[in-house]
């Protein structure tokens, strides 16, 4: 079993990974403050010292700790390691994104230094963004100069604060979005905060200081303690957590997951460039995500030449084990080319005009993500022509080889059954939310999209389908739940609108004799023969037409779906790519 202490934004992403697992694991916070909702997770309220860590690990048969705590909780992170060393087992620490050290703040290695950075550079008036229990530790500042310090609106932060004598005058309380206002009404000559990372609001404190013309002092992160015979491995995001728990306890996944063409093409990018400008071979290097998060990803060398093995984790997938190289050579800018292997786009419609490289915009910009030197990256893969007359590519209008392709950098793998049923345990929890509307969503994009729409509900009330809407209908039907919206953009909604009622590209494809049906019922006159993704449909019919388009999707999609809730009212969202929402 696994052991997560979180509490925190990071806490919460843990707790969601370890779900898609459906097993059971341990999910920890000292108080009930923060308001999560578990299926498989058992959630345990109340700080634990290190013997009672010790005999509760050893009750539940923990054998990996995920440490998902606040940077600065620097006394649970050593309790942490100390009870990892006395019973033997590894700690995944779940970490903040955090921007680089920006020379223009003013760096401060603890709080003791922070004070004596403000009296050099003669701050008197000082709007303190570092929490109730950093009072005490600034106290020979606050003693003898205009201080404010922002605590949560939680009676225990009150008590806090009154216990270190604070002047309670000058505490103001923590709303969202509130800096800028408080900043105006108080007129500090500078704001201190801590390192927090990205999740702790870190860019947005900085940048509303900025504008209002003051300085920023920043308390550093401290160190992860380390400890010999303590294995800790560092990530910072989700998909990185779920790799190195398939890693360390390869029996939690029933399936595990693998990286995207994309992915590889990157790595090998970085290991090519690495290896021409610097002359290091290393064995993995650190690749940063689309979402901001870094995995390491091992390489490896030919002449000329670096590469990836293409690892699909458990998805069924033709490009599994495949080599994947990455070429470099220095220019004066950046440029991706295909090489060997790599198809080219043939017809309209991609991210890039025919002739084009088959190296899709988020791999492209992974690229110049992690390399900015200016260099010219040619990728190839030597068996990628014979593999690609496997794929969809070829019926695509992608000719020559395989599409170096994948948006989020990660593959998920493939279950139909594990899928389904990671849907059914979060339609019950959307139910025991007490929402009177469950919306489902293709995924993150549509999700947040449809959000927009519904303010009022919480978060468990957003359901993701993938491309499973018959299942997910059904099991809203299983359980009852009468008021269902489905946000579906317009790929999806053209398979779904002929009957698909699993719209994944492994099983069907845009049929465009249905959609000219389509366009001919809503009085639309255009010629689609080289329609490539059901997205261009957005740019090539007439504004005027596209509502009545959009209705007649949605009508065709409501004559399949519909029936599937026969006791509740079923709503269809059709969204287009900028977000805009299309009714019936």
């Known amino acids: 079993m696994i052991l997560v202490f979180g509490g925190t934004t990071e806490g919460r992403m843990a707790a969601k990974v370890l779900e898609e697992s459906g097993a059971t694991y341990c999910y920890s916070t000292r108080s009930d403050a923060q308001d999560i909702q578990l299926v498989h997770g058992q959630h345990i309220i109340g700080a634990m010292e290190v013997p009672e860590m010790i005999a509760f690990c050893q009750e539940h048969d923990i054998h990996l700790i995920v440490d998902a705590a606040h940077p600065f909780a620097v006394n649970l992170h050593r309790n942490v390691i100390d009870l990892a060393g006395q019973i033997g087992v590894p700690v995944i620490r779940y970490d903040r994104i955090y921007p ?168 090998a990018a970085i290991a090519a460039t690495q290896r021409l400008l610097r002359g290091k071979e290393p064995k993995s290097v650190p690749v940063i995500l689309p979402n901001g998060e870094t995995i390491d990803v091992e390489v490896a060398y030919g002449d000329g ?36 292997g790599v ?67 990660i593959v998920k793998p493939f279950s139909e059954e594990a899928f389904v049923a990671s849907i059914r345990k979060c339609m019950q929890v959307a139910k025991a939310s007490g929402s009177g509307r469950v919306v489902i969503n293709s995924g993150g994009k549509s999700e947040r999209f449809v959000k927009a729409q519904y303010t009022d509900l919480p978060q468990q009330a957003f359901v993701e389908y993938g491309n499973y809407i018959g299942e997910t209908l059904a099991i809203a039907d299983e359980l009852n739940i009468k008021n269902v919206t489905m946000g579906v953009m317009l790929g999806k909604a053209v398979k ?10 492994r099983h069907t494809t845009m049929d465009k004799d249905f959609v000219m049906s389509m366009l001919h019922e809503s009085s639309i006159d255009i010629d689609i023969s080289d329609l490539t993704l059901a997205r261009e449909l957005w740019d090539r019919i007439p504004q005027e037409k596209l509502q009545a388009f959009a209705t007649v999707v949605i009508n065709h999609c409501a004559h399949y779906c519909a029936p599937l809730l026969p006791k509740g009212t079923l709503t269809i969202l059709l969204i287009d790519d900028n977000g805009k929402i299309y009714h019936s």
Request: with cysteine.
């Open 100 to 267: 680089s050290h920006d020379k223009n703040l003013i760096w401060c290695k603890d709080y003791d230094d922070a004070i004596n950075q403000l009296e050099a550079h003669g701050v008197h008036r000082l709007l303190a963004l570092t929490g109730v229990n950093t009072i005490a530790k600034l106290r020979d500042y606050w003693n003898s100069h205009e201080c404010w310090f922002r605590i949560l609106n939680r009676e225990e932060s009150f008590v806090g604060a009154q216990k270190a004598g604070f002047p309670t005058d000058h505490l103001v309380y923590y709303e969202k979005d509130d800096t800028a206002s408080l900043i105006e009404r108080l007129q500090p000559q500078a704001i201190i905060t801590k390192e927090s990372g990205k999740t702790g609001g870190f860019d947005e404190k900085v940048e509303t200081a900025r504008q209002a013309g003051i300085k920023v002092f920043v308390v550093e992160r401290p160190d992860y303690p380390v400890a010999d015979g303590v294995t800790v491995e560092h990530v910072n995001g989700p998909h990185g957590l779920r790799r190195m728990v398939e890693k360390l306890l390869p029996e939690f996944y029933p399936l595990h997951s693998g990286l995207t063409t994309g992915t590889c093409a990157t790595a």
């Open 305 to 340: 030449y670096a590469a990836v093995f293409k690892q699909a984790g458990d998805d069924p997938d033709v490009t599994n084990g495949i080599e994947i190289r990455a070429s470099v050579e220095l220019s004066d800018h950046f440029e991706i080319l295909g090489g060997e």
């Open 343 to 409: 198809g080219r786009f043939t017809v309209p419609g991609f991210d890039y005009p025919p002739g084009e490289a088959a190296i899709n915009k988020a791999p492209r910009q992974m690229m110049r993500d992690n390399i900015k030197e200016n260099v010219i990256i040619t990728i190839s893969v030597p068996q990628g022509a014979e593999i690609a007359r496997r794929t969809f590519n070829p019926r695509l209008g992608i000719e020559g080889g395989i599409s170096i392709i994948g948006v989020s950098g």
């Open 496 to 505: 779904l609108a002929a009957g698909n009622l699993d719209t994944h590209s």
